[in-house]
């Protein structure tokens, strides 16, 4: 319906059936009146600004679709081409080491290039030990305590990590960047979380903040600020305003079970070096031990056999043997005796001395080509 409206001695006319952000403004005559002709400039370009920005919202929400199907379609294909992994690899490292460090500043990026070490092999579990027979207590605790702090995702230290002088330079460290170590923008089943004091209102189960703008809901009651592993009953959720998130607790080692997704490592203290083996987090023990000397034999020489938990250990300054002599536990007369094998990674080094966080990256790389290749069948070589 068209509706005339008398402005000065000529006419405009408003289409009354449309929506007044869409309606065009026409050319007035020059014999209007001057607040006429601003007020209707003024309309003109208006309805050109909100032109412009709801074609960005369409573009935009356009963008945020197609971004969230090919993150469904990643995770998808990641869940389908994805196998398990049931093995797990650890490795001891002599708290020590922090001690022959100049500063703390350097002692912190020591342990990082430890923990930095772990993630690129994936490795399971890290033992920081005793090697000099109680005088070292506080740099397996300062180790310890860096590679808990940039094991667990940004988003959760401030919940888990007190302020504290061990932590002070951990800015000075590279991150991980592991898988577990979620973006807002990226879906995958599990999230690492911490329990949320939000209450519920029927009382039955949790809130877990999982990094997203809403936790996600559990069936079980923790204590607030416990650190726990969720699986998502529906991942796609997570990019949606609407909908909310429920999921289930799980242990943090079924991403690694389940999908063969590395999802970070555990840390622990052994008293000593005989408390390597006797203080392990597995039942079984570990049932393929690796110890590392330039006293060992050359790794060619190496085959490793079908196992389910296996142990690389490394040693301080003074090397394994003199972990061994500091320890009063230790059985028999030489070191290698505690391991199923003794090597040597780096029999062609050409320099006197390589660094325990130099010897962890070259042995590892040495070694998980290798233990990846292990078979049901038998064994592998080197």
């Not at 898988?179 to 911490?194: A, D, N, T, W």
């Not at 943090?252 to 083996?277: C, D, K, M, N, Q």
């Not at 040597?344 to 080094?349: E, L």
Request: proline share 4%.
């Amino acid at each position: 319906m068209l509706v005339e409206e008398s402005v000065g001695n000529k006419k405009t006319h408003h289409n009354m059936g449309s929506d007044s952000s869409d309606t065009e403004v026409k050319s007035l005559p020059t014999n209007a009146s001057h607040a006429e002709r601003k007020r209707l400039r003024k309309q003109k370009k208006e309805q050109k600004l909100l032109k412009k920005l709801k074609l960005k919202e369409e573009e935009s929400s356009s963008q945020k679709s197609s971004k969230a199907d090919a993150k469904i379609e990643e995770t998808e294909k990641l869940e389908e081409t994805s196998k398990g992994r049931e093995y797990t690899v650890s490795i001891a490292v002599a708290g020590s080491i922090l001690d022959n460090a100049q500063s703390p500043a350097l002692r912190a990026y020591l342990a990082g290039q430890i923990a930095r070490a772990a993630a690129i092999f994936s490795v399971d579990e890290i033992i920081v030990f005793d090697d000099s027979g109680g005088k070292s207590t506080t740099a397996c605790e300062q180790m310890a305590r860096i590679l808990q702090f940039l094991e667990c995702p940004q988003y959760l230290r401030k919940y888990l990590f007190a302020i504290h002088p061990d932590l002070q330079f951990a800015g000075v460290i590279s991150p991980l960047d592991v898988p577990h170590h979620l973006r807002k923008h990226e879906i995958l089943p599990y999230r690492e979380g911490v329990v949320s004091n939000r209450p519920l209102r029927d009382g039955k189960g949790s809130y877990i903040f999982i990094g997203l703008e809403k936790d996600a809901r559990v069936d079980k009651i923790l204590p607030e600020n416990t650190r726990v592993t969720v699986k998502l009953d529906k991942p796609e959720l997570m990019l949606t305003v609407k909908g909310k998130l429920t999921g289930r607790l799980v242990s943090p080692s079924l991403p690694r079970r389940e999908a063969g997704i590395y999802w970070g490592y555990s840390v622990r203290i052994a008293t000593s070096l005989h408390g390597v083996f006797s203080q392990s987090i597995f039942r079984e023990g570990y049932d393929v031990t690796i110890g590392t000397s330039e006293k060992g034999s050359p790794v060619s020489d190496l085959k490793i056999p079908q196992f389910k938990h296996l142990l690389v250990v490394f040693g301080g300054v003074e090397g394994l043997e003199y972990a061994f002599d500091n320890d009063e536990a230790s059985l028999g007369e030489d070191v290698s005796e505690l391991f199923h094998n003794y090597i040597n990674t780096c029999p062609s080094q050409g320099s006197r001395t390589i660094r325990t966080e130099e010897a962890i990256l070259i042995s590892l790389a040495a070694l998980v080509p290798a233990i990846s290749n292990v078979s049901i069948d038998g064994s592998t070589s080197v």
